[in-house]
């Protein structure tokens, strides 16, 4: 069974730094992109970044860019390091499973972790 | 980027309803676009991938329709567990881009 759990969300200062990860299980680690996506309180979802299947691909949302770094290990566990933190980075982190359908030959995002909570707040 | 144009952004349906939500994508994405559903404190789930097909599990009142860059999210008869907020996704080109949401309030 496929499981995700981010973890690292606490209340930071704005300036600074924060990393967060996500534990994987149940699948094959190595074999898929996976993406951190975020919710302000109250508001939409937003994507924020990629970090392909060999953690070598990767792409962020201009929001984060030079800021926010996406890496994996080989130990199941995705990162975001979140540099230079300002109040819009507050939000519910959600770590995201991407996979690909040869079927329809189409992306979809399949599973979600619970999400994370980084407050950036003085 | 490609921006993904989600109406109405609410809406106050009642029980037994049909309920259609549109998404609209700035270019062309073939059927790179899914469907999620997201309830309060919860993490968004999958309902629709490849713009129209029905994730394993869902209940069939929900279908998927469209293609390029006109989509839509149908809901028939619909249940009180659907009332959540719905997203759209595109998957053709990074950045993946979100619609804003359409909630779905009982009446």
Known sequence: QVHLVESGGTVVQPGRSL????EASGFSFNSYALHWVR???GKGLEWVAVVSFDGTNNFYADSVKGR???SRNDFNTLYLQMDSLTYEDTAVYYCVRETFDYSVRSSSFDYWGPGTLVTVSS | DIQMTQSPSSLS????????????????????????QQKPGQAPQRLIYAASNLQSGVPSRFSGSGSGTEFTLTISNLQPEDFATYYCLQFFRYPYTFGQGTKLEIK
């Open chain 1, 68 to 70: 926010f770094t996406g």
């Open chain 2, 13 to 36: 349906p009642s029980v037994g309803d049909r309920v259609t939500i549109t998404c609209r994508a700035s270019q062309a994405i073939r059927n790179d676009l899914g469907w999620y």
């Open chain 1, 39 to 41: 919710q302000a309180p």
């Open chain 1, 19 to 22: 990393r967060l990860a996500c």
